[in-house]
DNA sequence: CATAAATAGTTGGTATGCGAACTATTAACA
DNA sequence: TGTTAATAGTTCGCATACCAACTATTTATG
């Protein structure tokens, strides 16, 4: 039996990339990265958040935030300052640019937002129904295993 | 309306996350990445493969598969020949240390085979109904969107 | 108060992962 | 047959992404 070749995890991994794939096109549309974009759209909901923080929004490690956080400033799309209460913090706000190029790959023409409001407008029995299953899988994943001894 | 929140999209982030989580366990086992794990793990399972198509069935470009089958060739896990048929192209196998090393990660212990055997056990019905919502929403996420011009 | 412990970020090293440009070989065709 | 196409892999530059080790600052504790 081939492991890797599972129809459910088929599944998965088909809408995983399907997900990508359209905030990529939104994010290559502005001329950023995935990650960026979300960073950018995570500040601007959140303006003056601290590293560690949006890092675990994203769920990133620190040092992966960092790197991005840096491009961006270096980019001149998000200002990093250090915070007047905590002198060891950072404060993240968008430049002007930055807000534009949120406003770009999330406007109107975003392709992700558009499917995502169309999913939410699913059968909320099927959607209870997947949900459920999707519970079911996970705790089939996480649950630690019995001891055979 | 926060799009990066949403709870149907978590959902599927929660069990990819999962998913990935049980393989690199097995893979850390053995000293491995994933990527090496499910490399060596395809290999094994067709040996004299060529790079292409081992990187189509990763999903990988070649040029990121090329560089993980250096890295294996490196550690001495993997037999990389040019081929006798066409001299363009290689033919991979495991080398002993491979074997024991895919063992290692894939044997009774492995706890990624244990979870997908406890899924596949699953309720047909609610395996059906699952591959079908998913497929809606594969159908919501790949549709060319029509032009309301 | 002084030192230890905790916390916020950064940096360095390694491994994916991609696209583009490249080499070498084989296939196609004028 | 000889030039052009296509094909198989590799390499380069860049951006994630992780961990471990580091600096700087703040908090806790003797």
Redesign the interface.
């Given at each position: 039996m081939?492991?890797?070749n599972?129809?459910?995890?088929d599944?998965?991994?088909?809408?995983?990339?399907?997900?990508y794939s359209?905030m990529k096109e939104d994010a290559d549309r502005a001329g950023l990265t995935v990650v960026q974009l979300?960073a950018l759209?995570?500040i601007h909901?959140s303006p003056n958040t601290g590293l560690r923080e949006l890092a675990a929004s994203l769920?990133l490690t620190n040092s992966t935030m960092s790197g991005v956080v840096d491009r961006l400033v270096s980019s001149g799309l998000l200002e990093r300052e250090i915070s007047t209460a905590d002198r060891r913090a950072i404060t993240l706000k968008l430049t002007e640019d930055g807000e534009q190029k949120l406003q770009e790959a999330?406007g109107d023409d975003s392709?992700?937002?558009?499917?995502?409001m169309?999913?939410?407008k699913?059968d909320p029995e099927?959607?209870d129904?997947?949900?459920r299953?999707?519970q079911?899988?996970?705790t089939?994943?996480?649950t630690k295993?019995e001891n055979h001894s």
């Open positions: 081939n492991l890797l599972n129809e459910l995890l599944s998965f991994i088909r809408i995983q990339k399907a997900l359209l979300k759209y995570k909901r769920k999330t392709s992700f937002t558009k499917r995502i169309e999913i939410t699913m099927d959607k129904h997947l949900l299953i999707h079911q899988i996970m089939i994943l996480t295993e």
